[in-house]
């Protein structure tokens, strides 16, 4: 019987490392955004983030990934976990150059690290033209700073407001 017992432990082991492996390949192909439970998730380290992305001029609809159309774009980031509170966040959006050597230089957008006590952050910026971005999300003020990187493509259909 404790042989039974041990190969049924070994099969649960196998299966839940086999489930990790394809959560993890998920979330490095998006970069730290995957879908979860019909929500966007940011994973920057070991934290979380609910990411809701919307154009309020011009879609009615949330997106996740890309951008639909050039235009406003408003971004919120809402922490998952309280152990974010008294953390610093930092959020850039920059162009997606190949190279992050001089971020001021390729940086469309920067909102620099501060403690967002309401759990809740929100980007708002417009993209006037179509391209490739990056969105860096930067948690500092714990045992180790966390980097998470995201792709965006700004899909460059121009609204008609």
Known sequence: MSARLIDIKQAILVGLLAT????????QAHGGLALAEDM????????RMHFTGYQPLSQEEEF????PEVGK?????????EELR????????IRDTGSEENLDAITVFHLPPKVYPTASITVDHTFPEKGKFVGLVTITGGAEDYVSRFSVLSRGRTSNT
Not at 40 to 46: D, F, K, N, Y
Not at 64 to 67: F, L, Q
Not at 86 to 93: G, H, M, N, Q, S
């Open 64 to 67: 996740c990934e890309d951008i």
């Open 73 to 81: 774009t408003v971004i919120a980031l809402d922490y998952i976990q």
């Open 86 to 93: 008294p953390l610093k966040t930092e959020v850039r959006i």
């Open 40 to 47: 966007c998730v940011l994973t920057v380290g070991p934290y």
């Open 20 to 27: 990790s492996m394809l959560l993890t390949a998920q979330v």
